[in-house]
């Protein structure tokens, strides 16, 4: 159906309409395409195939996805039954996506595939929330970890980073920021507190937290005033590449809610 006015509307989205906390909760799905969705908030539970989204009135928040598993190098993620994700390569993040609250039943597949899922994910989005959900672990032992950008003022004379250990070979591991260790004993699927600093560049180094072993060190972590950054730890210590991290702006520094 065309838009004739300037409203984003739910059916140009990526992400498909939430579940009821009951849907989310089966264990399979009709796929989205051969059945009516229904927005449970709307009165009268009518059936609902456009919702306009205004600016400043209509709730919603974003999502995006981190294939950070070594094993499973490429994922097909689908939500309450359709693909919203296609061939999610090893390190790679999904761009952001905008999605009404309410349950969403992620179901994470082999790429190419459609049944035998490697994991299922119930999450409840509330308004205004920003998630990052991050496919790891190992063969037979597949997960997600959801983290969830923190609604803070962001100073411009300072920046905000935290630290997310999704290795589940590595060790615990200590945090040093330009030489001073700064978070301690973080271990597999952990999310640190936020830390502030000055802009610019830094040094990060992880040391194994029994034997002060160097894992990863990174001599230049550029960072800008008034934004906010997560280090995501990925990777095996049993291959060759090893331990490495991400670190890409947090959502929270530029995605607009129209407020």
């Known amino acids: 159906m ?41 009165p009268s539970n009518a059936n609902v195939t456009v919702i306009p989204i205004i600016p400043g009135i209509t709730l919603f928040g974003y999502i995006r996805f981190l294939n950070a598993s070594p094993v499973e190098t490429r994922v097909d993620i689908y939500a309450n039954g359709r693909r919203v994700a296609a061939d999610l390569r090893y390190q790679h993040f999904t761009e952001y996506m905008k999605l009404f609250p309410g349950w969403y039943r992620i179901a994470i597949y082999r790429a190419g595939t459609v049944t035998n899922p490697l994991t ?78 000055a802009p610019g560049s830094h040094n990060l180094k992880l040391r194994v937290t029994d034997t002060g072993k160097i894992l990863v060190e990174h001599p230049k972590v550029n960072l800008k005033g008034g934004k906010a950054y997560t280090v995501y730890v990925v990777g095996s210590r049993a291959d060759r590449a090893g331990l490495q991290v991400l670190i890409p702006l947090e959502g929270v520094t530029y995605l607009d809610f129209g407020k």
């Open 2 to 42: 065309p838009n004739n006015n300037r409203y984003e509307i739910s059916e140009a989205l990526q992400m498909p309409l939430p579940l009821t906390k009951e849907e989310a909760m089966q264990e399979t799905l009709t796929q989205e395409e051969s059945a009516a969705r229904r927005f449970p908030i709307l």
């Open 120 to 197: 299922v994910l119930r999450l409840q989005v509330q308004s205004g929330g920003i998630y990052t959900v991050a496919v790891t672990g190992l063969a037979d032992a597949i997960s997600t970890l959801t983290i969830e950008d923190s609604h803070r003022y962001l100073s411009p004379n300072r920046a905000y980073i935290r630290f997310v250990q999704l290795s589940p070979t590595a060790p615990a591991m200590d945090v040093y920021w330009d030489d001073r260790m700064v978070l301690s004993d973080l271990r597999y699927e952990e999310i640190s507190r936020y830390l502030t600093t």
